[in-house]
């Protein structure tokens, strides 16, 4: 029984389909799948497939899919999702549970979602299926239709499967009151090489949801911005003997404060999608569009640039690889570099509706130098300021992991370069009292002060960090609900422009989705404004 029971009679006979439609001609449609893909959703492009789930009676089928189904949904691709018990309950409600029914179930569903895919959506059906012939039917439907087909099987248990029994069904076919009952008297065929295997009893579903998006992504089904993996730049622990050895042999580009503030920005996968510093395309990507446009789109309304001299321009072109010097410590490589005319005026005009050299940060701009230089980044080791702070400068890695071991089902960030005020405290609290009211059970602040440089008249980070402190301890902020964690990042002073980076920085990769509480709003305050 493919509805979720996993209930296979004895006996069945198997079924021959054969065609009993005559006079029928095919019909082309004159919309071609390139066109559909132009105006379905919101991120161009044809992605119609097929993500076919198989596994026993509770193993979380039809949880997975469902839950890739909303996660897609929400980035703006369309999905549907295809259950057994649902699609029995209409089209298949005719047929039983026989041999001879399961296999006539399967086929009609493969072809049911052939036309979802066919028409730019990503089908996903959620059934037991467990006879490789069917499986194997069902892909060459796909095939021959010219779309792809990945089978996932959901690797959970049949212990496990026993223990969540959200149904009773095991129950009953231990007690003998069900026969045929898939994976206790009938046999389920393992795929022998599924396209992904998910081991739904180990990993979260928010794990196992963003396995699938991988796997979309390296298929060229779904862009990078859909994945919410943060892209950390370091390098790996294995490799950062050679790594090192490697720096040595080549020539060295002396950075400043800033751009080491920067650098790890990056390194840390604040800047994720970007791979490095931005190469000249995603740099009048972000200055005309305040976005990324390759592979989808993403939020990057401030670019992330590397100044140099010409005297430093010339002496590396052209070169395969630089290493990155601040302080005579050498912190990362820059590989295939592309330098580029670092256009000042244009740039601080529109970062920040100015070209005024009194602005702090275009000041900056003005002086630094008259190149660009972009590249994909291979980070040595953790960034560190040895300031007694370091502990607070927490990855998005890490804070992930820190709201899931607190059970946050939702989560605001504040971000701030001064000592929190009675309109922040304001600000903070009653965001909390209004997601409680929504229904969230356990709502936690991100207290997130900037870490990086800021105007010399600002409060500095260690006594903002100490007024952080007393207003936990005096209650003025709930300390049980409240994550402190320094952002690296530098001020610029650009407004809603930084505004809206900062905001997207976090949304999209702080943003958490703990199974049973749906988190479906990332709230981000930012001094007056609020955003939903």
Not at 39 to 59: D, H, K, P, Y
């Amino acid at each position: 029984m493919d509805a979720g029971s996993g209930i296979i009679p004895t006996g069945a006979q198997e079924r021959t389909v054969a065609k009993k439609s005559t006079n029928v001609t095919y019909q082309s449609h004159h919309v071609s799948r390139q066109k559909r893909g132009q105006i379905l959703g919101e991120r161009g492009g044809f992605r119609g497939c097929c993500l076919w789930f198989t596994g026993l009676s509770g193993a979380g089928k039809t949880t997975i899919a469902f839950a890739v189904e909303e996660y897609l949904i929400t980035k703006g691709i369309p999905a549907y999702g295809l259950d057994g018990d649902n699609i029995r309950h209409g089209l298949n409600s005719n047929l039983g549970f026989t041999q001879v029914d399961r296999e006539e179930n399967i086929r009609r569903i493969s072809e049911v979602s052939k036309l979802f895919a066919d028409g730019g959506i990503i089908s996903l059906t959620a059934f037991i299926s467990p006879y490789a012939k069917d499986r194997d039917n069902a892909r060459k439907i796909f095939t021959e239709a010219g779309l792809p087909f990945y089978e996932i099987f959901i690797n959970t248990s049949l212990e496990v499967c026993e223990k969540r029994d959200v149904k009773g069904l095991y129950k009953k076919a231990r007690a003998g009151q069900i026969k045929g009952f898939t994976g206790i008297d009938q046999v389920y065929e393992r795929p022998s090489n599924p396209e992904l295997s998910l081991k739904a009893g180990v990993d979260t579903v928010d794990e196992c949801v963003q396995q699938v998006i991988e796997l979309l992504q390296n298929e060229g089904i779904v862009p990078i911005q859909a994945v919410e993996k943060v892209v950390e730049l370091f390098v790996p622990a294995s490799k950062v003997e050679s790594t090192l050895a490697e720096a040595k042999t080549l020539p060295k580009l002396h950075i400043n404060k800033l751009d080491l503030q920067w650098l790890q920005v990056l390194a840390e996968g604040w800047g994720t999608p970007l791979k490095g510093f931005m190469r000249e395309r995603e740099f009048l990507q972000c200055m005309h569009f305040g976005c990324l446009l390759d592979g989808g789109v993403s939020n990057q309304s401030i670019p992330i640039v590397l100044p140099l001299t010409t005297e430093d321009k010339e002496r590396l072109v052209p070169v395969p690889a630089i290493a990155l010097y601040h302080d005579g410590k050498l912190h990362a490589i820059l590989r295939n570099p592309e330098f580029y005319q670092h256009r000042k005026e244009e740039r601080a005009s529109r970062q920040f509706g100015t070209g005024n050299a009194g602005h702090p940060y275009v000041k900056m701009i003005y002086d630094s130098g008259d190149w660009l230089v972009g590249g994909d980044l291979e980070v040595i080791s953790r960034i560190t300021w040895n300031d007694g702070l370091d502990k607070y400068r927490l990855t998005p890695n890490e804070l992930r992991a820190k709201f899931r071991s607190i059970n946050a089902d939702a989560v605001f960030a504040f971000q701030l370069r001064n000592p929190v005020h009675n309109g922040h405290a304001l600000l903070m609290t009653d965001t909390r009292r209004r997601l409680l009211e929504r229904g969230y059970k356990n709502p936690v602040l991100l207290l997130h002060p900037l870490g990086g440089w800021t105007k010399d008249d600002d409060v500095p980070l260690d006594v903002r960090m100490r007024q952080h402190a007393a207003v936990l301890e005096e209650g003025v902020l709930d300390a049980a609900s409240t994550v402190v964690a320094i952002f690296p990042s530098p001020m610029m002073y650009a407004g809603p422009t930084e505004v809206s980076a900062a905001a997207g920085r976090r949304s999209s990769y702080l943003l958490l989705r703990f199974w049973g509480l749906k988190v479906d709003r990332w709230i981000s305050v930012y001094s007056r404004f609020v955003l939903l």
